[in-house]
């Protein structure tokens, strides 16, 4: 009998066991996430926690969070929300829809995986120098930059630049904002910390690190490959580094322009047009920056604004821009749709 009611117990105690470990799963999309070295506490100290009292001591930690001043994502609010069929997905291999400056989560997929990210890595390159021309006095929108040689050999999207040209750094930065130019996104680094890339790049990883973005890496202020490896970061880290360059009124100004013309004086000037295809084309979308590589896909992190309601969208890993394009333009209908 004793053996039996011994029994009955250690049942008692499994079944307990499961229904909290159950209650910590995350039940949206990024079930992926949970540590391998989750630590359990011992039967016998298991908490018996009304669920009303539960919320609202999340509800009061959340606004403790809040009431910092410090920009978070409100990841378990995603939870709420299914995303319907109509928003088509097929492709998609991580992204997130927060609302700013909230930091409400609507929707996350691997959000937190780390991810080959392209030409949105030019998001931080724009902070940096945004940041870095404010801090200097002796430098300004309208220094003007020599070409080196060095940033003139930079592949892949630009816009041509020659060593025997000088540009504006607002030139400069426009292009990198509406064009994705990758030579100009060296050269600006290179001029802003004294002819080393290299320390731009460290400033880079360090603001990564300032802003919480706990799965980002930098490599280069381009995106482009390097070898096997990548610059990477993931979805969430991203929306924490959208939403700190909105702060900057010209990353919205110029990433939000469809075409412009590089060298306008030149017998051949240069038509850059912006590669998010969004802009102009979906109601609100003001930026901010697109990315494509064969290792990250057609990737973007968009910004919207309606009625004085903003989102910010992160998708990743799209076989194809028209997509890419549809999924988001979807999503942040779907978004809005909701309530606050």
Not at 157 to 166: G, H, I
């Amino acid at each position: 009998m004793y053996k039996k009611l011994f029994g009955l117990v250690i049942v008692a105690h499994i079944v307990v066991l499961a229904y909290f470990i159950l209650k910590s799963v995350d039940t949206g999309d990024d079930l992926d996430s949970l540590d391998d070295d989750l630590e359990l506490m011992p039967l016998q100290e298991l908490p018996v926690v009304p669920l009303e009292e539960a919320q609202a001591a999340v509800s009061q930690a959340k606004a403790k969070t809040n009431s910092s001043g410090k920009f978070t994502l409100d990841l378990e609010a995603a939870t709420d929300y299914k995303l319907p069929g109509y928003v088509r997905s097929l492709g998609l291999k991580s992204g997130i829809l927060v609302e700013v400056p909230s930091g409400k989560v609507y929707w996350k997929s691997k959000s937190d995986v780390p991810v080959a990210i392209a030409s949105m890595t030019k998001m931080m390159t724009a902070l940096v120098a945004f940041e870095t021309i404010e801090q200097r006095t002796d430098v300004t929108m309208d220094t003007v930059v020599p070409v080196t040689v060095a940033a003139s050999k930079i592949g892949g999207s630009q816009v041509w630049l020659d060593p025997r040209e000088s540009f504006s750094l607002r030139e400069l930065m426009i292009s990198i904002m509406v064009k994705s130019a990758n030579d100009s996104s060296y050269l600006v680094g290179e001029y802003l910390y004294n002819g080393n890339i290299h320390a731009f790049i460290a400033r880079m990883n360090e603001r990564a690190t300032e802003l919480g973005m706990t799965n980002t890496k930098f490599l280069n202020s381009n995106g482009l490959p390097e070898g096997l490896y990548s610059n990477q970061a993931s979805c969430e880290d991203l929306v924490y580094l959208a939403h700190e360059l909105l702060k900057h009124p010209k990353a919205i100004e110029w990433s939000s322009i469809r075409q412009r013309t590089f060298r306008p004086n030149a017998d051949t000037p240069t038509m850059m047009t912006n590669h998010n295809g969004l802009i102009g084309t979906v109601t609100g979308v003001d930026g901010l920056k697109t990315g494509y590589t064969k290792r990250a896909g057609f990737c973007i992190t968009a910004t919207c604004e309606r009625d004085g309601r903003r989102f910010i969208a992160v998708a990743n890993g799209f076989p194809s821009s028209k997509e890419r394009n549809a999924f988001v333009s979807d999503l942040l209908e779907w978004g809005y749709s909701l309530d606050r």
